[in-house]
């Protein structure tokens, strides 16, 4: 009675420059649109428009609901739209979770030492601990991806202080999810994977003051963190020159990366292949290895 597919975004406690594009993230790509992701909000309406409208009972939604999937399965018919018959099955997911979000959404059940563990910013919704908490919450009911976002890591100035801000906003949650997962016996079956679309820069951009410079994008290296779902803990991989610039020994492309989440997932990365508007896809394209130095 739960989406497969989750996203929540939490804001930054600091101030921020965050861009829209996240609105945008959690699409199907070249897959069927029943794939894409359902947004959680902060709030008494953690999805828009899930309650019923005023007046409107229970009973007397279930019947609209049924009239209008009557509807829409006679325009699938005669229009063999994949728009229409997710539809379908987003109007009765939708309905189904009128019941299992609000039991969700409550954290009232959770002991203090979670909220403890957490950090301060975990009993505020809308934030990336609370957001963290409800991941948790989301595993063990079997939601098989969820995906948080956290804003404000463009940081072209201001850096000094901003930074602090987001690691204050994301450490302690991050690290209590990963050991709130092996406590509860959720980590073996769980794949925890942290990251962004690119690096910075270690030199400076803008003026160099003691409280207001930043770091510039820098795609040619980063890193990222992953653990559970069989990745090999303790282990470093990948290494950089001095200057933090260039790779010099075992690099990971994302391709890479998308071929080793695939192979965790029993899924092999060359056999997942949908055609769209004409073309094979894949995520890895016609590249990508999986990087059995991160594996168990």
């Not at 029943?34 to 899930?50: E, M």
């Not at 018919?77 to 189904?96: C, G, H, K, M, V």
């Not at 994977?193 to 003051?209: A, D, K, M, N």
């Not at 080793?260 to 896809?281: N, P």
């Amino acid at each position: 009675d739960l989406p497969a597919f989750v996203v929540m975004i939490s804001r930054p406690s600091g101030p921020t420059n965050a861009q829209p594009l996240h609105e945008r993230m959690w699409g199907a790509g070249f897959l069927p649109p029943r794939y894409q992701g359902v947004r959680f909000s902060p709030g008494k309406d953690p999805v828009l428009y899930l309650s019923d409208p005023p007046g409107i009972s229970r009973e007397r939604r279930r019947g609209m609901l049924d009239d209008v999937a009557e509807l829409n399965r006679l325009h699938a018919e005669s229009d063999a739209d994949p728009e229409i018959s997710a539809r379908i099955d987003q109007y009765e997911l939708a309905f189904r979770m009128q019941r299992s979000v609000p039991e969700l959404t409550d954290l009232s059940g959770e002991s203090e030492s979670v909220f403890a563990a957490y950090g301060p910013e975990s009993k505020k919704p809308g934030t990336f601990a609370a957001n963290c908490i409800l991941a948790r919450r989301l595993a063990e009911r079997g939601v098989r991806f969820v995906q948080l976002y956290h804003r404000g890591w463009d940081q072209h100035g201001s850096l000094p202080s901003g930074i602090r801000s987001q690691c204050f906003d994301t450490d302690q949650p991050s690290a209590a999810l990963v050991r709130d997962l092996e406590q509860r016996g959720l980590l073996e079956d769980t794949l925890v994977i942290w990251g962004g679309e690119f690096g910075r820069t270690v030199y400076s951009q803008g003026t160099l003051t003691a409280t207001d410079y930043g770091r510039d994008h820098h795609p040619r290296c980063y890193s990222m963190w992953l653990a559970g779902g069989g990745i090999r803990g303790g282990t470093v991989y990948g290494e950089t020159d001095d200057f933090s610039y260039n790779i010099v020994r075992d690099p990971v492309h994302v391709h890479d990366l998308n071929a080793t989440v695939l192979h965790l997932l029993g899924i092999s990365h060359t056999a997942l292949t949908y055609r769209f508007q004409g073309r094979d896809y894949r995520l890895t394209d016609v590249h990508g290895a999986v990087v059995d130095g991160l594996l168990v």
